[in-house]
């Protein structure tokens, strides 16, 4: 018999969860099952999170700096507005309804602007003011947090400058909080990550100039299992311990006699699954001949 000749095999959420009471000895009755199993599924990505590197989640941002400002959101945050012309960068604008203020980073096109995290929160239709231009302007739409707080955590990154890349160092909070005068201007070379909820890296020195760019890479969320008939953001090399996980899951809720070979079998496929999900380069071991002529 001939082979198929398709390679497209993808489960939705409908499937993965009918595999998952199966595997737990049930059968998907009611309409609750299938809320209780999206829920655990959702719970189970963040497990994943929790668990370390899921590589095809990695994003790439390109940040243009803005002088002065040292404090970005992880991601792009950005404010809809009728006209944003006047405007300069690095200006701290001020809802005139809802007194939020944030920092301008970038002016995209004449009708958007991007953002630092806002203190509080801009209402649509509310008029905003510009503290060095006076420059006025009118919201179309609430500045949304969402690709923001989709962020994990950063993997690394460096500044661009007249096309030269530059490895910008990852410090602790406590690095950050020791160092003495934060407000010194120049490249940045050191970033610290705090991972609030909408989460915020801080750059040291405080930039220099309103074109250079910090690239990082940063980790992001899988996308919700919000619907059923959904599909999952994940590589085929996972639907394994996908299923796995999520029969664990729902074992704890309704079927405990069948825990612990579900949680044995969930433990192994993801162990298996993430020493696939790596990075493989090779490695070149070299001799320093300085410590041989020491031994000599």
Request: with cysteine.
């Amino acid at each position: 018999m001939a082979v198929s000749g398709s390679k497209d095999f993808e489960l939705n959420v409908a499937e993965y969860i009918e595999e998952a009471f199966e595997r737990c000895g049930l059968e998907l009755r009611t309409g609750y099952d299938a809320k209780t199993a999206r829920r655990s599924l959702n719970l189970l990505f963040a497990d994943w999170a929790n668990r370390g590197l899921n590589r095809w989640t990695i994003s790439q941002v390109t940040q243009t700096v803005a002088e002065e400002i040292s404090e970005y959101p992880v991601g792009t945050i950005t404010l809809s507005v009728s006209d944003s012309g006047s405007f300069t960068i690095a200006e701290t604008i001020t809802g005139g309804t809802s007194a939020a203020t944030a920092s301008l980073i970038t002016k995209p096109d004449s009708t958007s602007m991007t953002i630092t995290v806002p203190s509080g929160t801009f209402t649509s239709g509310e008029t905003i003011t510009g503290s060095s231009s006076s420059a006025t302007t009118t919201t179309t739409s609430t500045a949304s947090l969402e690709d923001t707080q989709s962020t994990i955590d950063i993997l690394s990154g460096v500044i661009r400058r007249d096309s030269s890349d530059i490895a910008i160092t990852r410090i602790s909070r406590d690095d950050y909080l020791n160092i003495a005068t934060k407000s010194t201007k120049g490249r940045p070379t050191q970033f610290y990550v705090d991972r609030l909820i909408t989460p915020v890296v801080k750059v040291w020195p405080t930039p220099e100039n309103s074109t250079d760019q910090f690239i990082y890479d940063r980790l992001v969320r899988i996308d919700d299992a919000d619907a059923s008939v959904n599909t999952v953001e994940i590589p085929f090399r996972f639907y394994p311990c996908l299923a796995a996980g999520l029969a664990y899951y729902i074992a704890l809720k309704k079927a405990p006699e069948r825990i612990q070979i579900l949680k044995a079998l969930y433990e192994e496929e993801f162990l298996r699954a993430a020493e696939e999900d790596r990075d493989k380069a090779d490695l070149t071991l070299v001799p320093t001949y300085n410590s041989l002529s020491a031994i000599s």
